[in-house]
């Protein structure tokens, strides 16, 4: 039973998507629909990116685990 939840958070303003609250060394990657990987960046502070409108899978991979959302950018 894996119940784990990341302490990484992740929200839309605008078509902007910020990540927040990185704790430590922190892979971020972000992928279309489709599964088309737009963006990758290594990160261990707040992150943000500039997206078109539509609906993204975020990735974030850290000590945490692995950890996707879905975010939709009006």
Do not use: D, H, R
């Amino acid at each position: 039973n894996n119940n784990q939840k990341s302490s990484v958070k992740i929200y839309a303003i605008g078509n902007e998507i910020y990540i927040s609250n990185i704790k430590n060394n922190t892979k971020v990657s972000i992928y279309s629909m489709a599964g088309n990987l737009l963006k990758t960046v290594s990160t261990n502070k707040e992150f943000s990116a500039n997206l078109p409108k539509g609906v993204w899978i975020v990735n974030t991979q850290s000590s945490e685990g692995i950890f996707s959302s879905k975010i939709l950018i009006k």
